[in-house]
Nanobody, 115 residues
Framework: QVQLVESGGGLVQPGGSLRLSCAAS????????MGWYRQAPGKQRDLVAT???????NYADSVKGRFIVSRDNAKNTVYLQMNSLEPEDTAVYYC?????????WGRGTQVTVSS
């Protein structure tokens, strides 16, 4: 059974920074893709950023240049460094893992950007 546990959300002022972490446990292939999605109230869940086990990254246009996704393969952990946060970044952020043809999701962590 695979579990994803997120941490690091919270309230931050516009222009501020936050770092999210997500630790995966269970039976996980060494070749996988981990990443982050977000869902704002009344909107669909959208991709934020992904990173493969080989280190290739992909970002939504709205976060390019502001967010950085990284991972520690030894710890099965993915990170999202969020800089220059904007009110439009307010959402529940979900960790995602694609491994051995299956998709897994964390429970989500709230990020609120407000003055």
């Amino acid at each position: 059974q695979v579990q994803l546990v997120e941490s690091g959300g919270g309230l931050v002022q516009p222009g501020g920074s936050l770092r999210l972490s997500c630790a995966a446990s269970g039976s996980i292939s060494s070749r996988n893709v981990m990443g982050w999605y977000r869902q704002a109230p009344g909107k669909q869940r959208d991709l934020v950023a992904t990173i493969t086990s080989g280190g290739s990254t992909n970002y939504a246009d709205s976060v390019k240049g502001r967010f950085i996704v990284s991972r520690d393969n030894a710890k099965n952990t993915v990170y999202l460094q969020m800089n220059s946060l904007e009110p439009e970044d307010t959402a529940v952020y979900y960790c995602h893992l694609h491994s051995m043809l299956f998709d897994y999701w964390g429970r989500g962590t709230q990020v609120t950007v407000s003055s």
